[in-house]
């Protein structure tokens, strides 16, 4: 089970941190990804980081705003967003996946959280 915290709303400009708790599964064994879906629209790829926490990536129109880290022994993930923009306006989730590396397909996860919404007003 993965549970999701931290969204809510902000200005444009503004920063949120979100924590992914992870439980029932050992968080060393799974790659972890977060994605995004807004109204109408696709769960898109935020980004990820492997099961050893090396190499967080992140989708390329993120442009460095986005960091994300993961605490092993906590069983804790945080994605940590920066200058937000109107839209990154979005219910943002964690995802488990059982590969040592992140992927950006949603179907490559086998574990969601049931996500959390974040609004960035302009």
């Known amino acids: 089970q993965l549970v999701e915290s931290g969204g809510g709303l902000v200005q444009t400009g503004g920063s949120l941190r979100l924590a992914c708790v992870v439980s029932?599964?050992?968080?060393?064994?799974?790659?972890i990804g977060w994605f995004r879906q807004a109204p109408g629209k696709e769960r898109i790829f935020v980004g990820g980081i492997s099961w050893d926490g090396n190499g967080p990536n992140y989708a390329d129109s993120l442009s460095g705003r986005f960091e994300i880290s993961r605490d092993n022994n906590k069983e804790t993930l945080v994605l940590q967003m920066n200058n937000l923009k109107p839209e990154d306006t979005a219910v943002y989730y964690c995802a488990g996946r059982t590969g040592r590396t992140p992927s950006p397909q949603t179907y490559d996860y086998r574990y969601w959280g049931q996500g959390t919404q974040v609004t960035v007003s302009s």
């Open positions: 029932g599964f050992t968080l060393d064994d799974y790659a």
